[in-house]
Structures are given as structure tokens and as C-alpha cells.
């Protein structure tokens, strides 16, 4: 199955107006200053882990993903269209694997090739940009190849605000759906028996867990010392349950099952910890949902159903926040690079060493870039769910 983008750049957004002329004039009858320009400011541009941050969350959003692809429909007497409405969700799941998550992966690739570029460029553009006062071949030379670097990052930037675009129409349809399956959620237990006393304190308690074991797996996963080679595992649990009145019943369902021994083994103790810890929350879970499914069985589908409805929204919503920060820091840096270009045109730099000083901090941009979407595709490849 087709894997999941999922990490993120943040730039301090400043005022992108760089370089800009400052013009001084004397008093009456004096002489006019001439214009001049305040070559050593640019707006900071560096990169913390957007990229790296999208990557880390594809495998976990492919989880819950195929978690509910593969549950059991839901069957409760008098409550035909909550099975509807989970036909809705898995619609929405196939819909972003289909389409979103690869448009993520594409645009990794988009920017990993512009890295690529820049360094491959990079000496021989350094070298130019040390002689654009004194020689108009080098200095053609510099502009026509920055030109070229300048607008891929600018075709970068509008697959970008496309992609997010895209995403948050998505995202309408999705909250709107997430929404709408709780609410007849809810409806559904409330015709239940028991609603008011142990149902309800029961699924109050495994939501709890459930969430607690997504917050590990997101630990894990955004661990910065190592990506692990491994695999979140999907399990399906069979449950034959006795209820009150003596009747025997099958109940199974679909969950984030166990993780692999490359996981649970990893050389970083936190890691470790966690992995520990969810195997912990497992076992706590395990007679929550025996108890639950005793009282009610259809309450124990119904109470995996929605939360992991819920879990897989909120984590297409936090994709969705990270890849706008990555939009944010893209544009600054599509801005600086714009800058410099005109001021090279305009003939700001009467220092070239300020130009290669400013080309410099475009080449550690690029570096960052270079090493989080490699970062990225590893999440992509070496994290397996299935």
C-alpha cells in the first residue's frame, strides 16, 4: 500500500523586505545624500523539522488508516445508518491514500531534487558570485543559473499551496463526517442497556488508553536520534462473550495490534520506554473491552469505530498545521532569494563577499532541506504497517 508522507521547516517569519534602499536628505541647502542600501540584512531562513515531522506522521496516519479500512461494519438493531456513516470514514481514508499521500511524497521529491541542484551548483555559483562588480560574463554567468534555482523554488511553492489547498478542503469534509459518526455514536449507546452507569464510565476508560497509546507511538516515531527500520503491526481481536442472559456471542475488531522486535529492541532507551509502555496500556486495555463487550457487545465496535474516526482526524489536522508551517518558511525563503536576485540586478552589492556571505546562508538552508526530505522518504520506506 501506497505509504504516507509524513515532518516540518519553521522559519522565523520577518519582514521579507531585505536590502532595502534608505535615501537621507539634508536640510535646506545642503547637498542630497546619495541612496544607500542596507546590504547585510536579510530575513532569517532557517529550517527546523517540518519536513522530517511530515514523514514521522505518514506511518502513524497509514495505521489508523488501514485500522479502519479493515474493521468489521458496525450492527446495531434500530441503527442502520451509523454503519453508513462508517462506510463514509473508510471512504475518506481510501480518499487520502489515493490522493493526498502521494502528493505529499511528490513533494518531497520536489524539494529533495531542488537540493540536489543547489549543491550540485553551489561551487561554481560561490565562485561567480565573487566576481559579479568585475565581470559582466561571470556575473551573467550567476544570474541566469540563481535564476534557475530561484524558480523551481518558486514552482515548489505553488505545488505547495495547492497541496495545503487540497488538504483543507479534505479536512472540511472529514470533520464534518468525524463529526456526524459521533453524534449517532452516541445515539446508538444510549439505546444500549446500561448507558447510564458502566457503558459509559467503560468507553470513557478506553478512549483514555487509546489515546495514551497514540501519544507513544507518536514518541516514538518523532524520536530525532534514529529512524528505526520497523513495523507497526495490525491485529485483529476475537473476543466469545457470555452476556446476562446467557447468550454466547463472537465479538472482533480491528486495532494497532503490536510493534516489531526492531522497535521494542531500538538502541535509544526512550524509544524502549515507550514501547514498553504501550505494550502496558495493551494489557490494561484487554479486560476494559472483555467487560464492555459483556454488557454490550455492539458498545465495544461502536467505541473503536469512533475514537479511532476521531484519532485519524486529528492526526490529518496536525499533518495539515505542519505542512503549513513548511508553506511559511518556503515563502521566506522564495522571498530572499528574490531579493537577492533584484539587488544583483539593481547593482546593490557593491561588496561581491556580501553576496557569497548571503549565497552561503542559502546553501545551509539547502543542506537542511537536503537532510530532512532524505529523513522524510526513510519514515516512508523503513516504517512499515500492515
Same mark, same amino acid.
Not at 152 to 164: A, K
Given at each position: 500500500?501506497k505509504?504516507t508522507?509524513?515532518?516540518g +521547516?519553521l522559519?522565523?517569519a520577518v519582514s521579507?523586505?531585505?536590502f532595502?534602499?534608505v535615501?537621507?536628505y539634508a536640510? @535646506?541647502?545642503?547637498?542630497?545624500?546619495?541612496?544607500?542600501? $542596507?546590504?547585510?540584512v536579510?530575513?532569517p531562513n532557517t529550517?527546523?523539522?517540518?519536513?522530517?515531522?511530515?514523514?514521522s506522521?505518514?506511518? +502513524?496516519i497509514q495505521a489508523?488508516?488501514?485500522?479502519? +479500512?479493515?474493521q468489521p461494519?458496525i450492527?446495531?438493531?434500530a441503527?442502520?445508518?451509523?454503519?453508513?456513516?462508517?462506510?463514509?470514514?473508510k471512504?475518506n481514508?481510501r480518499? !487520502?491514500?489515493? #490522493?493526498?499521500?502521494?502528493?505529499?511524497i /511528490?513533494?518531497n521529491?520536489?524539494?529533495?531534487?531542488?537540493? =540536489?541542484?543547489f549543491?550540485?551548483?553551489?561551487?561554481k +555559483?560561490?565562485?561567480l558570485?565573487?566576481k559579479?562588480? @568585475?565581470?559582466e560574463q561571470?556575473?551573467a554567468?550567476?544570474?541566469s543559473?540563481?535564476?534557475?534555482?530561484?524558480?523551481?523554488v518558486?514552482s515548489?511553492q505553488e505545488?505547495?499551496?495547492? /497541496?495545503?489547498l #487540497?488538504?483543507?478542503?479534505?479536512?472540511?469534509?472529514?470533520? %464534518? /463526517?468525524?463529526?456526524n459518526?459521533?453524534i449517532?455514536?452516541?445515539?446508538a449507546i444510549k439505546?444500549? &442497556?446500561g448507558s447510564?452507569g458502566?457503558i459509559? %464510565?467503560?468507553? #470513557?476508560?478506553?478512549?483514555?488508553? &487509546?489515546?495514551?497509546?497514540?501519544?507513544?507511538? =507518536?514518541?516514538?516515531?518523532?524520536?530525532?536520534?534514529?529512524?528505526?527500520?520497523?513495523?507497526?503491526n *495490525?491485529?485483529?481481536?476475537?473476543f466469545?462473550? =457470555?452476556?446476562q442472559? $446467557?447468550q454466547t456471542?463472537t465479538?472482533d475488531?480491528v486495532?494497532?495490534?503490536t510493534l516489531?522486535? @526492531?522497535?521494542?529492541?531500538?538502541?535509544?532507551?526512550?524509544?524502549?520506554? $515507550? $514501547?514498553l509502555?504501550?505494550q502496558?496500556?495493551q494489557k490494561e486495555?484487554?479486560?476494559?473491552?472483555q %467487560?464492555?463487550? &459483556?454488557?454490550?457487545s455492539?458498545?465495544?465496535?461502536?467505541t473503536?469505530?469512533?475514537?479511532?474516526?476521531?484519532?485519524?482526524?486529528?492526526l *490529518?489536522?496536525?499533518q *495539515?498545521?505542519t505542512? #503549513?508551517?513548511?508553506?511559511?518558511? !518556503?515563502?521566506?525563503?522564495n522571498?530572499?532569494? *528574490?531579493?537577492i536576485?533584484?539587488n544583483?540586478?539593481e547593482?546593490t552589492?557593491?561588496?561581491?563577499?556580501?553576496l557569497? %556571505?548571503?549565497?552561503?546562508?542559502?546553501k545551509?538552508?539547502s543542506?537542511?532541506?537536503?537532510?530532512? =526530505?532524505?529523513?522524510?522518504?526513510?519514515?516512508v520506506?523503513n516504517? @512499515?504497517?500492515?
Amino acid at each position: 500500500m501506497k505509504k504516507t508522507l509524513i515532518t516540518g +521547516l519553521l522559519v522565523t517569519a520577518v519582514s521579507t523586505s531585505c536590502f532595502v534602499p534608505v535615501s537621507a536628505y539634508a536640510k @535646506e541647502g545642503q547637498t542630497e545624500v546619495k541612496t544607500v542600501y $542596507a546590504q547585510n540584512v536579510i530575513a532569517p531562513n532557517t529550517l527546523s523539522n517540518s519536513i522530517r515531522m511530515l514523514g514521522s506522521q505518514s506511518p +502513524l496516519i497509514q495505521a489508523y488508516g488501514l485500522v479502519i +479500512l479493515q474493521q468489521p461494519d458496525i450492527k446495531v438493531n434500530a441503527m442502520s445508518s451509523l454503519t453508513n456513516h462508517q462506510k463514509f470514514a473508510k471512504a475518506n481514508v481510501r480518499e !487520502w491514500i489515493d #490522493e493526498y499521500n502521494p502528493k505529499l511524497i /511528490d513533494l518531497n521529491q520536489e524539494m529533495m531534487r531542488y537540493s =540536489t541542484r543547489f549543491n550540485s551548483y553551489y561551487s561554481k +555559483l560561490y565562485e561567480l558570485a565573487g566576481k559579479v562588480n @568585475e565581470d559582466e560574463q561571470a556575473k551573467a554567468d550567476f544570474t541566469s543559473a540563481y535564476g534557475k534555482l530561484q524558480l523551481q523554488v518558486q514552482s515548489i511553492q505553488e505545488s505547495m499551496e495547492q /497541496d495545503l489547498l #487540497e488538504l483543507n478542503r479534505f479536512k472540511t469534509v472529514l470533520d %464534518k /463526517d468525524s463529526n456526524n459518526l459521533s453524534i449517532k455514536a452516541d445515539e446508538a449507546i444510549k439505546t444500549l &442497556q446500561g448507558s447510564s452507569g458502566d457503558i459509559v %464510565k467503560l468507553r #470513557e476508560d478506553i478512549k483514555r488508553i &487509546q489515546g495514551e497509546i497514540q501519544a507513544e507511538l =507518536t514518541n516514538i516515531l518523532n524520536r530525532p536520534q534514529e529512524i528505526i527500520k520497523g513495523s507497526i503491526n *495490525i491485529g485483529k481481536q476475537v473476543f466469545t462473550i =457470555t452476556n446476562q442472559t $446467557a447468550q454466547t456471542k463472537t465479538i472482533d475488531f480491528v486495532s494497532i495490534g503490536t510493534l516489531s522486535n @526492531e522497535i521494542v529492541n531500538a538502541a535509544d532507551s526512550q524509544t524502549r520506554e $515507550a $514501547a514498553l509502555r504501550i505494550q502496558q496500556k495493551q494489557k490494561e486495555l484487554l479486560p476494559l473491552i472483555q %467487560k464492555l463487550s &459483556q454488557t454490550e457487545s455492539e458498545a465495544t465496535q461502536i467505541t473503536f469505530v469512533e475514537d479511532q474516526v476521531s484519532s485519524f482526524t486529528e492526526l *490529518i489536522d496536525r499533518q *495539515i498545521s505542519t505542512l #503549513e508551517t513548511l508553506l511559511t518558511d !518556503w515563502k521566506v525563503l522564495n522571498n530572499n532569494m *528574490i531579493q537577492i536576485q533584484t539587488n544583483i540586478e539593481e547593482g546593490t552589492y557593491t561588496d561581491s563577499s556580501l553576496l557569497q %556571505k548571503h549565497f552561503n546562508q542559502l546553501k545551509k538552508v539547502s543542506d537542511e532541506m537536503n537532510k530532512q =526530505t532524505n529523513q522524510f522518504e526513510d519514515y516512508v520506506t523503513n516504517v @512499515e504497517v500492515h
